[in-house]
């Protein structure tokens, strides 16, 4: 199904939980989904295809030596993080855009089908979906973190399972915010071919972009509360200001093309009934000269 509304959204959405009712739902938003060609799989191996030649993307010790030394410059944003948590580590990149094994996921659907909106506008091509994601386990970041040290440390070993929904480690407010946890990519794998999740892709009619973005926004999902800073406040300030004088603008011209359209048609109205009038005034008493001349006036 194709939907327009979030109540259609809402709808996919029960309808999946009623065949696996789990709490380990996800999900996760995009301008594009697979029918246009587009995996899900993080953009650390989408950019390892494209550069296969850059040591980041093939060596696993340069991508840790890397990842530090972007912490060691970046040190404000780690500052509360103990640079072996690799889970809290690798949560707080993803976040901010650096290429990582992991693909953000999320508890709550709006956030997900916000994600999916966000940069599309109608017409621009993208054909935007949300994926709901049944996960058979998912896994403490505590727990798992030894692994992950291990596997950028240690020789390679062929895993069970090459992918893992991980709890993500709410140490920010945007993290926080979007409630975000990530599935960890130990290779480039197919997850729709992977047994311990179920997929399902909902499709969004690209017609509808702009309704349902003014749907969540109504909802209170927007920028302001994704991305919450004291910057995405003040454009949201600016924004309702902008708004509300459009509104003014459009309703003080609405009243003008009212008023307009009323004294128009009070005109037109007042021609018709003159018009109306004339035609009953026999046409000899409008000419005043002859309207005299047929009275026989008393000297």
């Given amino acids: 199904m194709v939907i327009c509304t979030i109540s259609d959204f809402l709808k996919e959405i ?36 494209q550069y296969p030649d850059i040591p980041f993307y093939m060596n696993k010790k340069e991508e840790l030596n890397v990842i530090y030394k972007f912490i060691e410059k970046n040190y404000d944003y780690f500052k509360n993080v103990e640079f072996n948590d690799l889970i809290s580590v690798i949560n707080i990149l993803q976040h901010y855009g650096f290429p990582t094994r992991v693909l ?22 993208n054909n935007p979906v949300v994926y709901i994601i049944y996960a058979e386990k998912s896994n403490a970041a505590f ?12 020789v390679e ?22 409630k975000g946890d990530f599935i960890f990519f130990y290779e480039d794998v197919d997850i729709n071919k992977d047994t311990t999740f179920s997929i399902k892709e909902i499709l969004i009619n690209v017609n509808c972009v702009e309704n349902l973005k003014e749907e969540l926004n109504l909802l ?28 003014k603008k459009h309703i003080e ?37 002859k309207m005299f001349a047929g009275l026989k006036l008393k000297k």
């Fill in 14 to 49: 029960l309808e999946f939980k009623s065949v696996i009712s789990n709490d380990n739902i996800y999900y996760r938003g995009q301008n594009n989904g697979f029918r246009q060609g587009w995996e899900l799989l993080p953009t650390f191996y989408r950019e390892q295809r």
């Fill in 104 to 125: 953000d996921v999320t508890k709550n659907p709006l956030v997900a089908l916000y994600f999916a909106l966000e940069k599309v506008e109608q017409g621009d091509g």
């Fill in 143 to 154: 727990l798992i973190n030894n692994d992950i040290n291990m596997f950028y440390t240690e």
């Fill in 157 to 178: 070993k062929k895993r069970l399972y090459p992918a893992v929904l991980v709890n993500g480690c709410n140490i920010s407010e945007r993290i926080r915010s979007q």
């Fill in 220 to 247: 209170g999902i927007s920028e302001a509360t994704i991305y919450p800073s004291l910057a995405a406040e003040t454009k949201r300030l600016k924004d309702d200001l902008l708004n509300t004088y459009k509104m």
């Fill in 253 to 289: 011209q609405a009243v003008k093309n009212t008023m307009t359209k009323k004294t128009s048609d009070a005109s037109n109205l007042i021609n018709s009934v003159l018009d109306e009038q004339e035609d009953e005034v026999p046409r000899k008493y409008l000419n005043n000269k």
